[in-house]
């Protein structure tokens, strides 16, 4: 609702970046676990290594400024773990056992269940200390953030001032100055095209590229291959059922309604009301759904003889569906109090998905699981085939019945690379000096979970300076762009300096139908166009603004009428007060964090600037 807010706040899980602090980043394992140097920084005494720049990013392909900001969040970790560490602050084993437990995916019907938890164990940490070192960290890093987390104190005051604010519409319309009708007028002269060159050779470098044999041992394709009967299917279905049968109950009630701040004796007036009436539909259980619609104050199912259709877990208050999923079909519960009052509940049918419906997914699972193990013993062979024949990819294809594939040119800086050669990985191999000088395969690459990859090269070509020739084509068009962009400016600049003297100067574009903006929805504007248009004084009407575009496009806008913004709902003043509440919070992390810097040093290494 409120989009600009929305779209100029920071949130706490965004500025400290990748900390799971809910648990669900599984397989990403200790950031300091690794020791070596040189190290991308060091903060206090704990080093970052690429190892766990690597670990952060997961396989994901990133730019020198993607993991520019990775490192940043995991120095801003490192920063917190060492200030917890200096106010001696620990997990307890109960607290590592309780957080652990509380993971949904170690559990089975609600409760923990250790086969799952070694299941995640085997397919994605060496060791449970491993992961258990994980865990024990990101609680450290969520009480770290506790006492930023709790909501701040926003006066009304300023929300309402801030509701008016939001509120307030502009209605605008604008001319457009279009460097491309500008282009004829541009001049650009061979000297200048040259001189452009010269001072930016290094702009026209065409990078070191390779292209590339490879083959890729995946799990997926492994598990494709795996069989499964149907005795594998019944036995996991039957293990478990609970999980995979998202059951459905379909419960009609009789509700007897009281408000929950009533008071205890009103409370125990209706009590004794639905008690009468339970006794009445046990003597009478045909009679149920006619004194449903007779007797339950719930409009929206009373009609229909109480009935509520079908419900999953979640969907009902607690103690209403913790009674409804203990019922068996046709009986008929006590008196059951929620927050609306008193209900009496009579369950009609449970439906489930049968084993026909999840029999390809259980098939799948199955594949996968048996896959898993086939896929370490088979990377191992290709990581022994590609040493013993390091001169061919042939002996790895026909071992492991893997297709050999070609690349195109792929630079060093991942130009043209696409799928798995994307992978930083991937690539740092594929330019390492064995493949490159020695000719040689690489070992196996992780270049995704579950997929490995070995490359070779097939064709190297060093890094080049572009001729002028070739690229001074593209110089001139660049050039004659920038150009016709400043005479748009030029010209806008001075109809604008015009129509604000109040005269209606040549070369002035039509105006455009008009269109409302207000701080909650820009529209198509951009943020600095937003700002332009409500600096713009709504004493004398009509006004104007001008912007330039990053494009190049220059534009005129004319505030024809503005409307004050009404004073917010409760919803609106909730959701605004959230987001300030946001906003201080993210403003005392960031001085705490700056605070930490000063205390814990933080020195970059040799290796933070080759990302």
Not at 134 to 156: C, I, T
Not at 461 to 489: G, M, N, Y
């Amino acid at each position: 609702m409120f989009e600009f807010v929305e779209n100029n706040k920071l949130a706490i899980k965004v500025i400290l970046g990748a900390i799971a602090l809910t648990f669900v980043g599984f397989g990403v394992g200790s950031y300091s676990s690794v020791v070596e140097d040189p190290y991308l920084a060091k903060v206090g005494h704990a080093k970052i290594v690429k190892q766990d720049l690597d670990r952060a990013l997961e396989g994901r392909p990133a730019d020198a400024a993607v993991r520019q900001a990775v490192l940043e969040n995991l120095i801003r970790q490192e920063l917190l773990l060492a200030a917890s560490g200096d106010a001696h602050v620990a997990v307890s084993p109960e607290q590592l056992r309780q957080a652990i437990a509380s993971i949904p995916a170690f559990q089975d019907n609600g409760k923990f269940s250790q086969a799952k938890y070694k299941e995640f164990l085997a397919n994605r940490y060496p060791s449970p200390a491993a992961f258990e070192a994980q865990v024990r960290r990101d609680l450290l890093l969520q009480g770290a953030l506790a006492p930023f987390a709790n909501e701040q104190l926003v006066s009304g005051a300023l929300l309402s001032r801030l509701g008016q604010v939001m509120g307030e519409t502009r209605f605008v319309s604008r001319a457009v100055f279009n460097p491309t009708d500008y282009m004829t007028q541009a001049k650009v002269d061979d000297a200048a095209v040259k001189a452009f060159y010269q001072a930016n050779t290094k702009r026209f470098q065409a990078p070191e590229a390779v292209r590339l044999e490879y083959v890729m041992l995946t799990q997926e394709a492994l598990a494709e291959a795996q069989t499964v009967t149907d005795a594998e299917v019944q036995q996991y279905y039957d293990q478990h059922r609970n999980e995979l049968a998202s059951e459905e109950r379909r419960v009609a009630h009789i509700l007897l309604a009281v408000p929950k701040d009533a008071p205890a004796a009103a409370r125990a007036k209706v009590r004794a009301e639905a008690e009468a009436l339970l006794k009445e539909v046990r003597a009478n259980p045909g009679r149920f759904g006619e004194l449903a619609k007779a007797r339950s104050q719930d409009p929206g199912s009373a009609a229909n003889g109480g009935d509520l259709g079908f419900f999953g877990k979640g969907m009902m208050v607690k103690p209403f569906e913790d009674v409804a999923f203990r019922m068996k079909p046709g009986q008929i519960s006590e008196a059951v109090e929620t927050e609306f009052g008193y209900h009496i509940l009579r369950l009609e049918e449970v439906k489930g998905a049968d084993l026909a419906k999840l029999k390809p997914e259980i098939e799948m699972k199955l594949k996968r699981q048996k896959a898993a193990g086939l896929f370490r013993s088979q990377n191992e062979k290709l990581a022994e085939l590609a040493y013993q024949q390091p001169n061919s990819l042939k002996a790895v294809a026909e071992g492991l019945k893997l297709e050999i594939q070609t690349s195109d040119w792929v630079g060093r800086g991942a130009q043209g690379a696409q799928g798995v050669l994307a992978s930083p990985k991937v690539l740092e191999a594929a330019f390492s000096d064995d493949v490159i000088k020695g000719k040689h395969n690489s070992e196996p690459v992780e270049a995704a979970n579950g997929v490995m990859v070995v490359v070779r090269a097939k064709e190297h070509r060093p890094a080049r300076q572009l001729p002028f020739a070739e690229v001074q084509d593209a110089i001139r068009q660049e050039l004659l762009a920038k150009e016709s962009a400043k005479l748009a400016e030029k010209q806008g600049e001075a109809v604008l300096a015009a129509l604000r003297q109040g005269t209606q100067p040549a070369g002035l574009p039509a105006f455009g139908q008009p269109l409302s903006i207000s701080r909650r929805a820009l529209g198509d504007l951009g943020l600095n166009e937003v700002r332009a248009v409500f600096a713009v004084s709504s004493g004398k009407l009509p006004g104007y603004a001008g912007v330039k575009r990053d494009n190049g496009t220059y534009v005129i806008y004319r505030v024809e009428k503005v409307e004050a913004g009404q004073a917010s709902q409760p919803q609106e003043k909730a959701q605004l007060s959230q987001v300030v509440s946001e906003m201080y919070a993210n403003a005392q992390v960031a001085a705490y964090l700056e605070s930490l810097r000063q205390k814990y040093p933080v020195v970059m290494g040799k290796l933070a600037t080759e990302q």
